[in-house]
């Protein structure tokens, strides 16, 4: 971790104490060129030993500690004889064309790696890095001055380690577009954020992917049988020939009812951090299983400390009913052609209110008489032909356990799909979603996934809903009546969950940062600006409003 905080302090936090990882191109191709010396060989006699034998060393991936300065590292390749020994450290890519033959993070990780080993009692003057990629060998003499560049480093990183405070995110560094951590740290959004009103707006650079590489995977099929076969999960149906995966492509799994899965493809899963979320038959999400929690303890006591003031609580929640309210309009003003001007005018007014708002139940009252407002005028956002379907279509009033009529049955099962995508969100991201600072804990509600998604649900879920009515993608032949209430098919599900997956996926311009992102990331933009905000790092949680 020397190394990451020789290139950039607030990577080496969010490495280390934050525990963040993902990977990029870099680091994958890094670890395959890294196989090779990752691989223990050979034997390092030890100092008093090695004194008595000039034989030649040459040991690969070797773990050695330093108590008095505190450095461990993973060696991977000694080479000596006698007491002198040599760490050699192999990087990826090219030799630098600069005059010290390598990069000061560089310099400064081999220097340590001569350190621990004169801490061990070998005598050790200079180190060398093996470029793999252009195959050379640039020797790192330990100079003085190197030498207490490298523990100069070490004690910086030991104070920001205890202080429990982010150091601040390079501004317009070209070290940035390369760091696999661009999308956790967002720098220039941070910078953005916390910039003055007055002050001159600094162009924010996408340097994260607008979509994700990763996406999830849906299970409903009645019997189906998931299990690991190499580096692919397959699923095997009754009667049907198996259908398979790769593990890298997906991000999460969802299944529904009677779905099982074998220990092997559960242990996988677990160790590369993919969710599996569990729905009921009937579109209830009970529960998530993944592996180890996240290890950013430290944002969750500040989410803990932050829910149980009230006073910083109703100000995050101010935001997010502001946000949803204006979603709202902005939804009502696009798809409803005959909206009165007067219900627009409530929303703008109630949104307003919601923003300046400083008492909870206060803001429970606007939301829900904006909700009424909203719910009162959304049949006229639907445009289902006459005929048979336009009565299956005929939406008076939001209803739910169970909801009562196909519409509310389409809002229903998205808001769970919604709900499911922010709790597994919030769980990447380090957050309890259990505990929110709108919604109030309740026994089995995340909390905290339910305020995330609040501005989400116009604009993912029931613009899915429009569309797959207005588009005539669903039918009443979609839905069955089971007593007083109506649920959707499995051909139905499957449908809904196509166009909810195509809405996920498109692309829209931030309205802060000025770029293109899908929805699916805008998510996870939100969570993380959520995290930053209880960091001190932004005055406060920006919602997601579209023009």
Same mark, same amino acid.
């Given at each position: ?25 870099? #680091? ?164 953005? &954020? ?22 999830? &995977? ?25 259908? #398979? ?23 996988? &899963? ?140 389409? &809002? ?10 922010? #709790? ?50 669903? #039918? ?72």
């Amino acid at each position: 971790m020397l190394n990451e905080y020789a290139y950039c302090p607030r990577l080496f936090y969010l490495e280390w104490v934050q525990g963040e990882w993902r990977e990029s191109r870099d #680091t994958v191709e890094g670890r395959a060129k890294h196989r090779r010396v990752q691989k223990e060989s050979g034997r390092v006699p030890g100092p008093d030993e090695t004194r008595k034998d000039d034989s030649a060393i040459h040991a690969r991936s070797i773990l050695m500690s330093a108590g008095k300065i505190g450095l461990i590292a993973k060696i991977d390749l000694l080479e000596g004889e006698g007491n002198r020994l040599t760490p050699v450290d192999y990087k990826r890519g090219k030799r630098p064309d600069i005059p010290e033959g390598a990069y000061e993070p560089e310099r400064v990780q081999v220097c340590a790696q001569g350190l621990i080993l004169r801490e061990n009692g070998y005598e050790c003057s200079e180190g060398v890095i093996y470029y793999v990629e252009s195959k050379e060998r640039v020797a790192i003499p330990f100079t003085d001055e190197l030498v207490k560049r490298t523990l100069t480093l070490l004690e910086y990183a030991k104070k920001f380690a205890s202080l429990g405070t982010i150091p601040a995110p390079l501004q317009d560094s070209p070290k940035c577009p390369r760091c696999s951590l661009v999308g956790i740290c967002l720098p220039d959004e941070v910078q953005r &954020l916390s910039e003055d009103d007055d002050g001159e707006l600094v162009d924010v650079r996408r340097l994260l992917p607008a979509r994700d590489d990763a996406l999830p &995977l849906y299970v409903q099929e009645q019997g189906a049988v998931m299990s690991k076969r190499g580096d692919t999960i397959e699923i095997k149906r009754a009667g049907s020939p198996p259908v #398979t995966g790769r593990f890298m492509e997906v991000s999460h799994i969802s299944t529904w009812g009677n779905v099982t899965m074998t220990s092997q493809c559960m242990h996988e &899963l677990c160790d590369r951090g993919i969710p599996v979320c569990h729905f009921s038959y009937g579109n209830w999400f009970y529960g998530i299983t993944h592996g180890m929690t996240h290890k950013n303890v430290e944002l969750r006591i500040r989410q803990f400390r932050t829910a149980g003031d009230a006073g910083a609580s109703v100000a995050i929640a101010r935001r997010i009913v502001e946000g949803k309210i204006r979603n709202c309009r902005t939804l009502l003003r696009r798809n409803n052609p005959d909206v009165p001007e007067a219900a627009l005018e409530e929303l703008a007014r109630l949104a307003k209110l919601a923003s300046e708002a400083t008492d909870a139940g206060a803001l429970l009252g606007m939301e829900g008489a904006a909700a009424n407002v909203y719910f009162s005028n959304f049949a006229g956002m639907l445009k289902a032909s006459p005929g048979e379907c336009a009565p299956a279509f005929d939406f008076q009033e939001r209803n739910r356990r169970p909801p009562k009529d196909p519409v509310n049955a389409l &809002l229903s099962f998205l808001y769970a799909i919604l709900a499911k995508d922010a #709790t597994v969100t919030l769980l990447s991201v380090g957050f309890d979603p259990y505990l929110g600072f709108h919604h109030r804990p309740k026994y089995g509600r995340p909390a905290l996934a339910l305020d995330l998604m609040e501005e989400f649900r116009p604009l993912v879920a029931d613009s899915a809903v429009i569309s797959l009515i207005n588009n005539r993608e669903t #039918t009443p032949d979609d839905f069955i009546e089971k007593g007083i209430g109506v649920t959707l098919k499995p051909e139905g599900k499957k449908t809904v969950i196509e166009a909810y997956e195509r809405r996920m996926d498109s692309l829209v311009t931030h309205p802060i940062f000025g770029y293109s992102i899908s929805y699916r990331r805008v998510l996870e933009v939100q969570a993380r600006i959520l995290a930053r905000h209880l960091a001190g790092e932004v005055p406060a949680y920006e919602p997601f409003c579209t023009r």
